[in-house]
């Protein structure tokens, strides 16, 4: 018997404007049986999701299919046209979207967008159809089904905006559903829970799935067979357990390395570090070295207490209520330590760093204290100017943090310019010589940020706040928005530095097993609130509270025998 | 939702103070309206009597409250050049202007949404190419010359339809209208073709990117993929959201158009309030004028407003915010 | 400015073809913006004669057609007015008084507009709200109608319709350069120059206004155009500069009389001066407004 779904040779490329062609994806072969699931893994740009697309017939205007096939169920669907799509999308073929919030049209009522899928797909018609929407809802464990039937999109969280989708989805049981990062836009916690319902499902009405993901963990939760994607092409392909437990090709083997564990500490990843010896990049060291003051370890560098923040929500009522992203905490950051701070979207990591970096005002009556003075007492020029040397920060998201219309030179130093500590003659070479202690050639300080790739800026970023020389630097979340490799990289590099310079870190991240890599301590963050303090090693294997307890179990895992 | 609406009239209060005081200083502080009554050979002792029958020898906040309370009251005072109370002199052209700018803006939105749709979705198609053309003409051609257009290619070449005035008209609730009189519509077409070019333009360009905005977007591929079909997928998720600014920017719009009928109605000499309000300024006649201005910013305030409150009913997002 | 570092010059001209490239309308129109430019600016040079001498002028000459020899044996290619202008010249003139009270209107409200913008996202609070409160009073109001009540009480003239125009423009700006300016602050770029010390006014022009500025100059073209045809509109109306420096809406005006009589070309050619000028305009910023929506971009 033909198997379900069937993608011989496929290749697919994109019309540029200019009359030449991308190939986005080259040679793709898949073969799935009924009640399978699928995996297709890579990192950005891989072409993951244009699979999914062409599957569904939703390629844009300007991608041709130009070679292979799409088989579904021994028919050739490749070259079906618009119609011929419609009548097998949502009936045939069920999606689900990367972002549930943009998945839904924000003007029309939940009801009447899984009302009108039931319509276009089944025979049921207008109260039948409904109390089918109310089914749906239940087995996709929507709770208070019957209310959020006339509720709009924006008033639902990302979670159950998700759960909705999967009901639209498996309205007409389909044989197939293609998933595209069903759970990236959602927090570990959750993402276990939708991906838990979402492998019931499939189990129940004998769907198969093909999950499309850059989460090693999740295809080992959800998949039995994966393929791996290398920029258009299949690297490898073979069940999960063989492709994680014993990859055969180099690539999937560099992506594997790649790839943190929270019960397991490594020195370095195992991915290849080009950092040639240079006389720029031992200038720049030498430089670093002259004004970063050396770790005394066990002296708080750092006090924070009774850290309290409170946004205004609804304007001049605020004083009533509003919203405490920050509520009465309180830590200590010693020399030379890398401190984690861990907690899920909302829990207020963030909010801290902004808060000590002075970016944002906290409420009164919190004491933060950097090497034993108040900061709110350190109001005169000469001491913000000491204070901006000496706190720095590297950013969250790569593509805006740096300042688009200066060359990454001049991004790195216009700040240690302006405040007289360097020459401008000077910068320039101070520049090229901190893009060698990052890992970057001395010609990309004439470039502009949009040359560069996230990673890369990233590196930029590191440059601009070690040119301060400051005694500690706050990373946000520095390498989310990052591929795995490209994060085990930067990793890398910070630990390096952190050795070479005795720097003092503030890590904060949502990813349990990039803290687990990087920190000395870690505090866990919930609603606001300090829930959890100690040794990362301590408190990522034997936690104390529920709430990191829950956390940990909600990492997806990758946890085989004699694994690596 | 009331808080908005309460914080919108608060803000619809100052405009109209604001408007108020400038209209006020415009017509009675910085030229002297004594002067302009009396005439040139007026002696002071005229002009004292003059200044006392007015209330003009009081300080300037005194006449000010006065001059609002009059308003407050109805009474915006008599016109210089017809002897009439204001109010009433405007308020019997409204229904001449507001049947050209109805009539425009219906045929502007009839028209307008349509092709924006269809250049929206074909982009590269040639009908799109000349729809786009015609609009970036329709927006260069000014709306005074483009009526001077109409006139000697509809009047007095082709001599096929009146150049101005305003054909007999027919009663309905007491008011006489020309739309509803087949000769007197042949009147109205001219001037409400005028009317509608700039705003077709505008409408077929809000439907055209609202079009392309929303078709790029995460929700109507995934409408696709979960099988709705192209007719409901433009009648129903397209059409809903770029409706939303299309309605709302159209009632805004709505003031800009009574503002522009002042051209349209000069050059077509159509007896509406704009014509009106032309007439008065070059004949002097400062209660019109004032009057006017007033009435003009109190329409807007409340065209705004009702703009603003259906823009909210309208988009889910903002009503249950 | 020292630390900023513009991109070299090969890709503006890069940028100039992937802009213009294959869209020969837009290119028809940068020549008719250089074409109507230097007219306006040679006008004096260029004109059979000067317009506004009243000493040249012969009632003679009154109303001929185009292409009629008037009584200095000259031929005037567009036909003479009541009064025996050359009406060629009389528009090459009409050009200058219009664009220049465009360019100046359109240049302070912009100016004004931007740094308005700029202040109420880098002070917020009570600034901002002022700032904001007024640019929505402005904006509540037709701009021609303002203009009109403004040129009623303060008397008409080019300064004062330069006035009454930029009143419209600075609060459309101001309006986009805040909403820029917003999303541009939240950007961390921003976090880093406060981080690294940078000074309120430093950050306000070296960092957010060339990230905020492309909006303003994409819609600028466009607020020229309507300029433009807001001071003709208001010139038409007999409202907006004096007939001792006539401009192409005033020109229009003198026509309309003799409309109906036949007598066309007094109104048509300084008409289709003006539309040809505003169409140049216009196509030039549909080009430059449509490369910068991402949603027209070819997604690669």
Redesign the interface.
């Known amino acids: 018997m033909a198997p379900l779904l069937a993608i011989e040779n496929l290749s697919i490329a994109y019309m540029l404007g200019d009359g030449r062609s991308a190939e986005a994806i080259s040679d793709f072969s898949l073969r799935l049986e009924r009640g399978r699931i699928a995996g297709i893994v890579g990192q950005s740009g891989a072409g993951k999701s244009t699979i999914g697309k062409a599957i569904l017939g939703l390629l844009g205007e300007n991608a041709r299919i130009t070679s292979g096939t799409i088989t579904l169920d021994g028919t050739v669907i490749t070259r079906f046209s618009e119609g011929e799509f419609a009548a097998i999308r949502g009936k045939r073929i069920g999606y689900i979207y990367q972002n549930p919030m943009t998945a839904l049209n924000p003007v029309l009522s939940i009801g009447e967008q899984m009302i009108e899928a039931i319509e276009a797909n089944t025979a049921r018609r207008g109260e039948a159809a409904r109390t089918y929407a109310l089914e749906l809802l239940k087995s996709a464990e929507v709770s208070h089904a019957e209310e959020r039937l006339s509720k709009y999109p924006h008033q639902l969280s990302g979670g159950l905006c998700q759960r909705i989708v999967f009901a639209i989805a498996i309205a007409a049981q389909p044989d197939l559903i293609i998933a595209d990062e069903p759970t990236t836009a959602l927090d570990v916690t959750v993402q276990k829970a939708v991906l838990a319902t979402l492998k019931r499902l499939a189990c129940e009405q004998q769907i198969a799935i093909v999950l499309i993901t850059h989460d090693m963990g999740v295809v080992f939760q959800m998949c039995d067979e994966v393929s791996v994607l290398c920029r258009g092409r299949l690297v490898e392909h073979g069940s999960t357990a063989q492709v994680i437990g014993a990859p055969r090709e180099r690539y999937t083997k560099d992506l594997m390395a790649a790839i943190p564990s929270v019960d397991l500490k490594r020195d370095r990843f195992d991915v290849l570090d080009s950092f040639a010896n240079t006389p720029g990049r031992r200038r720049g060291i030498a430089f670093l070295k002259s004004g970063i003051a050396a770790a005394r370890g066990g002296e708080a560098l750092l006090t924070v207490n009774g850290l309290s923040k409170t946004f205004d929500t609804r304007g001049r009522r605020a004083a009533s209520g509003g919203f405490r992203a920050l509520d009465d905490v309180g830590f200590e950051v010693f020399a030379g330590e890398t401190l984690g701070i861990v907690g899920e979207s909302g829990s207020g990591k963030s909010t801290i760093g902004r808060a000590i970096l002075g970016l944002i005002e906290p409420d009164a009556g919190a004491g933060i204290a950097f090497q034993g003075r108040p900061i709110a007492d350190m109001r005169s020029r000469r001491d913000r100017i000491a204070l901006s040397r000496s706190l720095q920060c590297i950013f969250q998201d790569p593509y805006s943090s740096l300042n688009p219309r200066m060359s990454a030179g001049t991004n790195i130093t216009y700040g240690i310019v302006a405040q007289g500590l360097i020459s401008r003659a000077h910068a320039k070479v101070l520049a090229e010589d901190l893009l060698e202690v990052v890992g970057l050639p001395r010609q990309a300080a004439g470039r502009m940020p949009h040359a560069f790739s996230g990673g890369e800026r990233q590196r930029i970023g590191i440059a601009r706040a070690l040119a301060f020389r400051p005694e500690l630097i706050f990373c946000d979340e520095p390498t989310s928005a990052l591929d795995v490799t490209v994060q085990a990289e930067i990793l890398n590099l910070m630990k390096e530095l952190q050795e070479t310079l005795g720097l003092t870190l503030v890590f904060v991240s949502h990813d349990l097993a990039v803290v687990r890599q990087m920190c000395d301590r870690v505090i866990v963050m919930r609603a606001g609130r300090l829930v959890e303090e100690g040794r990362a090693d301590q408190v990522l294997t034997y936690p104390r509270e529920t709430y990191t307890r829950e956390l940990l179990a909600a990492m997806p895992r990758i946890a085989l025998e004699g694994a690596r | 939702m009331t808080n908005f609406i309460l914080r919108r009239l608060g ?1 619809s209060l ?2 109209l103070i ?2 108020s005081v ?2 006020f ?3 009675y502080v ?2 002297d309206p004594v002067a302009v009554m009396a005439g040139e050979d007026a002696t002071d002792a005229d002009r004292e009597a003059l200044a006392r029958s007015f209330g003009l020898d009081q300080p300037l906040p005194i006449q000010y409250l006065t001059f609002l309370g009059n308003i407050a009251r109805g009474d915006f005072g008599t016109s210089f050049v017809y002897g009439r109370p204001v109010l009433p002199l405007i308020l019997e052209r409204l229904p001449a202007t507001l049947e050209v700018v109805l009539l425009a803006v219906v045929v502007g939105l009839l028209v307008g949404i349509p092709l924006g749709i269809y250049s929206g979705l074909n ?1 590269r198609k040639v009908p799109t190419k000349i729809i ?2 015609g609009t ?2 329709g ?7 483009q009526a ?2 109409f ?2 290619i509809f ?2 070449w082709l001599r096929v339809l009146p ?1 101005s005035g305003r054909g007999p008209t027919t009663e309905l609730f007491g008011i006489g209208w020309s739309i509803l009189n087949a000769e007197g519509f042949r009147y109205v077409i001219l001037p409400a073709a005028n009317l509608s070019v700039a705003l077709i333009c505008m409408q077929t360009r809000l439907a055209r ?1 609202g079009t ?2 929303v078709m ?15 007719p ?1 997928l433009i009648g ?2 397209l059409l ?2 770029i409706l ?1 600014p299309i309605v709302t920017i159209t009632g805004l719009e709505l ?2 158009l ?3 009928s ?2 349209t109605e ?2 077509f000499s159509w007896p509406g309030i704009g014509k009106l ?2 007439d008065s ?2 004949r002097s006649d400062r209660p019109v ?1 004032v009057a006017y ?1 007033i009435l ?2 109190l329409m ?2 409340l065209i ?1 407003l009702v703009a603003d409150i259906l823009y909210a009913v ?4 903002i009503r ?1 915010a | 400015m020292s630390e900023m570092i513009s991109e070299p010059p090969i890709g503006r001209l890069e940028g100039f073809r992937a802009v213009f490239g294959g869209y020969p309308a837009a290119i028809a129109g940068l020549f008719g913006i250089v074409f109507f430019s230097l007219i306006a600016l040679l006008a004096p040079v260029l004109a059979p004669q000067n317009p506004f001498d009243q000493s040249r002028l012969d009632i003679m000459d009154g109303l001929l057609p185009p292409v009629s020899t008037l009584m200095d044996g000259t031929i005037s290619v567009l036909g003479t007015d009541a009064v025996g202008r050359d009406i060629l010249s009389a528009v090459m003139y009409g050009m200058r008084t219009s664009l220049f009270v465009a360019l100046v209107a359109v240049s302070a409200g912009v100016a004004v507009g931007v740094v308005l913008g700029l202040v109420a996202v880098m002070r917020g609070g009570w600034i901002d709200a002022v700032i904001m409160r007024a640019v929505d009073l402005t904006l509540s109001f037709p701009g021609v109608l303002l203009a009109l009540l403004l040129l009623v009480v303060f008397g008409s003239g080019a300064d004062k319709v330069i006035l009454a125009l930029a009143i419209g423009i600075w609060a459309q700006n101001a309006r986009l350069v805040r909403a820029v300016g917003l999303s541009e602050m939240k950007k961390d770029y921003i976090a880093a120059a406060r981080l690294a010390g940078i000074g309120q006014l430093r950050i306000m022009f070296h960092f957010l206004l060339p990230n905020a500025i492309s909006p303003v100059l994409v819609i600028t073209p466009m607020a020229i155009s309507g300029a433009i045809v807001a001071e003709a509109t208001l010139s038409f109306l007999g409202v907006g500069v004096p007939i001792t420096e006539p401009s192409l809406g005033l020109l229009i005006a003198n026509g309309n009389d003799y409309l109906l009589s036949g007598r066309w070309w007094i109104s048509v050619a300084p008409g289709l001066v003006l539309v040809m000028m505003v169409l140049s305009i216009n196509v030039v910023a549909d080009r430059l407004r449509d490369h910068a929506n991402p949603y027209l971009q070819v997604k690669a």
């Open positions: 803000q100052i405009l604001i408007m400038i209209v200083a415009g017509m910085i030229s982009r786009s053309l970036t003409v927006y260069s051609i000014p709306n005074f010359w001077l257009l006139i000697l009047a007095v150049a990117s392309q905005e790029y977007q995460d929700y109507m591929m995934f409408a696709r993929a979960k099988g709705i079909a192209r409901r129903r998720h809903r959201n939303i003031g800009t009574i503002a522009f002042t051209v000069t050059v309000l032309l300024i070059y004028v201005m003009i910013t807007f305030v705004n309208l988009d889910p997002r249950y």
